[in-house]
């Protein structure tokens, strides 16, 4: 006799609990990455945030400590 095996069930119970968050989480991920993906350089020189937040060198992680 085979073994009954819960696992297909709560895979299947558990997709139609979470499937409108696994959605939104793509749809916005898929959005802030194609957002990001479209900067350029010149935005960011042209940005007010940056400029305010501006603690790091562009070609390095090392901190800027000379302003």
């Known amino acids: 006799m085979r073994k009954f095996d819960p696992w297909p069930i709560f895979f ?3 997709f ?7 959605v939104g ?3 916005t991920g898929t959005i802030i ?4 993906l479209g900067l350029t350089e010149e935005d960011r020189k042209n940005s007010v945030f ?6 790091y060198d562009t070609r390095s992680l090392i901190p ?3 302003y």
């Open 50 to 55: 940056a400029q305010r937040h501006k603690r």
């Open 64 to 66: 800027n400590l000379i």
């Open 12 to 14: 299947k119970r558990e």
């Open 25 to 27: 989480f793509a749809v």
């Open 33 to 36: 990455t194609k957002l990001s």
């Open 16 to 22: 139609n609990r979470n499937w409108p968050f696994l």
